[in-house]
Nanobody
Framework: QVQLVESGGGLVQAGGSLRLSCAAS????????MDWYRQTPGKQRELVAD???????TYIDSVKGRFTISRDNAKNTVYLQMSSLKPEDTGVYYC??????????????????WGQGTQVTVSS
């Protein structure tokens, strides 16, 4: 079982910065790929950035050069540093991960974990 708790959202003016944090429970954090998704008004939830257990990162085009995802395995925490924020970055940001586990009698099951979300509002 993995629990995810986000923090760091808030209201910021366009051009400003915020850093989101996601603290994960459990001892398997270092083995997990961690993701940040966002839900913006009128759009489906989208993957913003992810970081593998080895530290490889990917980003959607609209945040490249502005957002940085990182992780601290000693603190079981993943971060999303957001700079040069734009009004279109407004939304609820969610931490996400998933883990494939074996259950006797059921076989392999992919367990999906989401945080509760943190609101980011960028004013123009």
């Amino acid at each position: 079982q993995v629990q995810l708790v986000e923090s760091g959202g808030g209201l910021v003016q366009a051009g400003g910065s915020l850093r989101l944090s996601c603290a994960a429970s459990g001892s398997i954090f270092r083995d997990l790929t961690m993701d940040w998704y966002r839900q913006t008004p009128g759009k489906q939830r989208e993957l913003v950035a992810d970081i593998s257990s080895g530290g490889s990162t990917t980003y959607i085009d609209s945040v490249k050069g502005r957002f940085t995802i990182s992780r601290d395995n000693a603190k079981n925490t993943v971060y999303l540093q957001m700079s040069s924020l734009k009004p279109e970055d407004t939304g609820v940001y969610y931490c996400h991960t998933q883990r494939r586990a074996y259950y006797p009698g059921r076989g392999y099951v992919t367990n999906v974990y989401w945080g509760q979300g943190t609101q980011v509002t960028v004013s123009s």
